[in-house]
């Protein structure tokens, strides 16, 4: 008799290993996934078990690029160019309003979002990510938290060396945890310096961490750094050592081929960001040719401030979609390339062999979604129907590392409590920049 802590049974067991198993049962043990097997294969006892025939069982999403805390940020300015939103709202508002406190208020709000539509795992650069680290480690997502370093002063620190120390000591104090990754973020190539990416990439070899950046997200920066260091983006960073299968980049949106098979044979993890490079009009990244490449192309939101949304469903079909109307050619980004963006290549881009599939001895990140609804049925191919038909909102179990996190309530987030004080720091905004 096999016996499992928990068993997840599913209509369908989407997993790429596998393949999808009809009337499928995954049998998690501890924080790892024991058995995949189909209902009757084996006989099994199970201390508790979740889904049935009216779900889909997935691997969790792994949100490969965001600003989470951004969250108190929705919608605070919209349809602006990149600059104009950044130096006149973004950057002013955060000015004024990021500090430890605002962190710590703003993240139960985006794990709450996060873990509700599917999302188990995320890729983070922002601010004070050791208060981030505390707070989502004891929610019990998993997270790889980049402190963003950068050419000026951060509410973090007052120049990028303070900067780069607080990073050391993150590193000290989180490495090795079992749900949080301690990374580090040098903003982009036109906010660092050479210096500040040497000393980056120095400090993420030596404790095998990943770096997040943001590369090439829009024609301007790659004229910018042009201008500056004589050569496009992904070339510069090239020049000076900078990539290999730590560096997480972001957007990714303008590379030529040359630059594409850069990333590819140094295997950097790319971040696309498709909703957030339409909404500000950045471009649509080369996602065929990355996928051709079999360069390790990951999905992400980016911030609630520029999507306006974490949920990785509406993510996934627009990358799809984007994807096939840039190509004109409605064979490219097929949905299971897609999916795996979204779940296991993410979770390669971020460092992780255990995660981002339904196989045994993987991390046990799974959810379920629900397809007996008007908007789920039928379903015949369960993999389309996750990039195509499915929500976020059909999410309707969340599994991060062998524990349930959610089964329509959250059980490790004080939601009403975690509200109220959200919105004193959103009142606060609004009183700022109500125009
Ligand atoms: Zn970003």
């Known amino acids: 008799m096999n016996e499992f802590d928990l068993a997840i049974k599913g209509k369908f067991v989407v997993s790429f290993f596998h393949g999808v198993i009809e009337n499928g049962v995954v049998g998690i043990k501890g924080n790892r996934i024991e058995r995949v097997f189909r209902e009757g294969e084996i006989e099994y006892d199970a201390k508790e078990t979740i889904g049935g025939d009216d779900f889909i069982v997935m691997p969790g999403l792994v949100n490969a690029h965001t600003h989470a805390a951004m ?5 605070l300015a919209d349809d602006l160019p990149l600059f104009d939103w950044l130096q ?12 430890k406190k605002f962190i710590r208020t703003s993240l139960p709000i985006a794990a709450a979002e996060m873990l509700s539509t599917g999302t188990t795992t995320y890729a983070d650069m922002y601010f004070f990510e050791r208060d981030a680290a505390e707070v989502i480690s004891q929610i019990g997502m998993r997270a790889v938290l980049a402190e963003g370093v950068i050419n000026f002063p951060t509410p973090t620190a007052s120049n990028w060396k303070k900067q780069l120390d607080y990073v050391r000591e993150f590193i000290k104090d989180w490495l090795g945890h079992e749900l949080v990754k301690p990374s580090i973020g040098p903003h982009a190539p036109y906010t660092t310096t050479p210096e500040i990416l040497e000393k980056s990439r120095e400090l993420a070899e030596k404790h095998n961490i990943p770096i997040q950046i943001h590369v090439a997200e829009t024609q301007k920066e790659v004229e910018e750094i042009k201008e500056k260091y ?3 983006p992904v070339r510069y960073l090239n020049s000076i050592g900078f990539l290999s299968e730590l560096v997480v980049a972001a957007h990714s949106v303008w590379l030529d081929d040359e630059e594409i098979g850069i990333f590819a044979d140094k295997h950097v993890g790319i971040a696309s960001c498709p909703q957030s490079n339409a909404k500000l009009a950045s471009g649509v990244a080369p996602h065929t040719k990355y996928i051709e490449k079999e360069a390790v192309l990951a999905l992400g939101t980016d911030g609630d401030a520029s999507n306006n949304s974490l949920d990785m469903f509406q993510e996934m079909k627009f990358m799809a979609l984007v994807c096939k109307v840039h190509t004109m050619e409605p064979t490219s980004c097929p ?24 196989r045994e001895g993987y991390l046990a990140d799974l959810v379920t979604v629900r397809i007996n609804t008007p908007h789920g049925t039928p379903v015949y191919n369960p993999i389309s129907h996750i990039v195509y038909a499915a929500k976020g909102t059909d999410i309707t179990h969340v599994v991060v590392n062998g524990k349930l996190l959610y089964d329509g309530e959250f059980k490790t987030i004080d939601i009403e409590r975690s509200f109220a004080e959200f919105n004193k720091i959103v009142r606060k905004i609004k009183d700022k920049f109500s125009r």
């Open 335 to 358: 949905a299971e390339e897609v999916l795996k963006s979204a779940t296991l290549r993410g979770a390669r881009a971020l460092g992780y062999h255990d995660l981002g599939d339904i």
């Open 230 to 232: 004589g050569d496009t």
């Open 88 to 99: 006149n709202y973004i950057w002013p508002a955060e000015a004024k309003f990021v500090d």
């Open 71 to 75: 969250i108190a940020f929705r919608g």
